[in-house]
């Protein structure tokens, strides 16, 4: 069955920097885009990040945009998010996301918290 697993998450003063990874399994990583996605408490969930199957094109949220870094690795199934210049309002649970259009389902990993103060 399909499994997104997110690591790194934690605490980190402003300023500071965190790489977030998600491990992918039991469907054709390769083929699909993924994004990240977070939310933080009393939020709309939102998109941070996303790249296509081959990582030939990315893009990101406005809020993000020259601060955090989208990758992956098809050989390791595994995408990454390198967040820098952290900020308080980048705190908040943060998702590995790929979208299945056969069946019309999202799928999700369990999500990693991020926590972004002093």
């Known amino acids: 069955q399909v499994q997104l697993v997110e690591s790194g998450g934690g605490l980190v003063q402003p300023g500071g920097s965190l790489r977030l990874s998600c491990l992918a399994s039991g469907f054709a990583f390769s083929t699909y885009t993924m994004t990240w996605y977070r939310q933080a408490p009393g939020k709309e969930r939102e998109l941070v990040a996303s790249?296509?199957?081959?990582?030939?094109?990315?893009n990101y949220a406005d809020s993000v945009k020259g601060r955090f870094i989208i990758s992956r690795d098809n050989a390791k199934n595994t995408v990454t998010l390198q967040m820098n210049s952290l900020k308080p309002e980048d705190t908040a649970v943060y998702y590995c996301?790929?979208?299945?259009?056969?069946?019309?389902?999202?799928?999700w990993g369990q999500g990693t918290q991020v926590t972004v103060s002093l």
């Open positions: 790249i296509t199957s081959t990582g030939g094109s990315t």
């Open positions: 996301n790929f979208y299945r259009r056969i069946v019309a389902r999202n799928y």
